[in-house]
């Protein structure tokens, strides 16, 4: 079993800042791409950031500029750095990983149970 765990969701005032982790524990090999999602109320579940193992990332258009995406290979664990929230990034926040549990093994995606973000304007 692999396991997600996120922390650092909460409420803060429109241009603060708040940082989420996501860890992974369990029966892991390696973890490939690492990522975070979002999904507000009524909408579609939508990228945010993504960082391969390497440390390429890519972002949403929404948030380049004011997200970094980092991740410690060490600790199996990722990083979203928000700043300069706005009342449109309220959402829950997803962690993704791409996990090989083993050796060869499939390589497979799995998510973290979700962090709430809301922005007060």
């Known amino acids: 079993q692999v396991h997600l765990v996120e922390s650092g969701g909460g409420l803060v005032q429109a241009g603060g800042s708040l940082r989420l982790s996501c860890a992974a524990s369990?029966?892991?090999?390696?973890?490939?791409?690492m990522g975070w999602y979002r999904q507000a109320p009524g909408k579609q579940r939508d990228l945010v950031a993504i960082?391969?193992?390497?440390?390429?990332?890519n972002y949403a258009d929404s948030v380049k500029g004011r997200f970094t995406i980092s991740r410690d290979n060490a600790k199996n664990t990722v990083y979203l750095q928000m700043n300069s929230l706005k009342p449109e990034d309220t959402a829950t926040y997803y962690c993704?990983?791409?996990?090989?549990?083993?050796?060869?093994?499939?390589?497979?995606?799995?998510w973290g149970q979700g962090t709430q973000v809301t922005v007060s304007s």
């Open positions: 369990g029966s892991i090999f390696s973890i490939n791409a």
């Open positions: 993704i990983c791409n996990v090989q549990r083993v050796v060869g093994g499939a390589r497979l995606d799995y």
């Open positions: 960082i391969t193992r390497l440390g390429t990332s």
